[in-house]
T-cell receptor
Framework: DAGVIQSPRHEVTEMGQEVTLRCKPI?????LFWYRQTMMRGLELLIY????????DSGMPEDRFSAKMPNASFSTLKIQPSEPRDSAVYFC?????????????FGQGTRLTVV | GESVGLHLPTLSVQEGDNSIINCAYS??????FIWYKQESGKGPQFIID?????DKRQGQRVTVLLNKTVKHLSLQIAATQPGDSAVYFC??????????FGTGTRLAVRP
């Protein structure tokens, strides 16, 4: 299995531009998570989906952030308009519901820089 | 804006010694815990997990201990190697599949 695949690996964009981050979870996993990691706040959960349905988006910073999961093999996290304070590494992770074991597997992350 | 980042606690150990990394969790309802390792430039990687009905679980060179009374989790690494140098996170799950991560501990292995 290729693991969780994120694209792009690096993104540099100007303030005000729209940014779209992409994620392909591990096949067969039915939970998907978007995390943001910064030096200031560590690893923060933004939103997670179960069976393609958003379950908890309480970590989404504000209306500029939106996430979708149109099918079991693809999710996007969009920031519009982007701001310099959005600069961070964004991780996608997936897990499979199994009794007793629900570890999440992480992708390599997308390093976003907003200038 | 803020100018001070998270101050990660750092554990420095001699190669070959045992390492113990500690974590305090906050939610007494949490029923599942995971330790992750994150190397520079990579995503967190699963190491070992434990459910709340256990107090100890062993893997290859790693042991996780859970003390629910004081809400404390520890990761023990035997015979620490240079490749163990990384940031280690504990994570807790209290409802659904949502994992909440701690701030992390940096492990530095001295040759």
């Amino acid at each position: 299995d290729a693991g969780v695949i994120q694209s792009p690996r690096h993104e540099v964009t100007e303030m005000g531009q729209e940014v779209t981050l992409r994620c392909k979870p591990i096949s067969g996993h039915n939970s998907l998570f978007w995390y943001r990691q910064t030096m200031m706040r560590g690893l923060e959960l933004l939103i997670y989906f179960n069976n393609n349905v958003p379950i908890d988006d309480s970590g989404m910073p504000e209306d500029r952030f939106s996430a979708k999961m149109p099918n079991a093999s693809f999710s996007t996290l969009k920031i519009q308009p982007s701001e310099p304070r959005d600069s961070a590494v964004y991780f996608c992770a997936s897990s499979r519901d199994r009794v007793g074991h629900t570890e999440a597997f992480f992708g390599q992350g997308t390093r976003l820089t907003v200038v | 804006g803020e100018s001070v980042g998270l101050h990660l606690p750092t554990l420095s150990v001699q190669e070959g010694d045992n390492s113990i990394i500690n974590c305090a969790y906050s939610n007494s309802a949490s029923d599942y815990f995971i330790w992750y390792k994150q190397e520079s430039g990579k995503g967190p990687q699963f190491i070992i997990d434990i459910r709340s009905n256990m107090d100890k679980r062993q893997g290859q060179r790693v042991t996780v201990l859970l003390n629910k009374t004081v809400k404390h989790l520890s990761l023990q690494i035997a015979a620490t190697q240079p490749g163990d140098s990384a940031v280690y996170f504990c994570a807790e799950k209290s409802s659904g599949d949502k994992l909440t991560f701690g701030t992390g501990t940096r492990l530095a292995v001295r040759p």
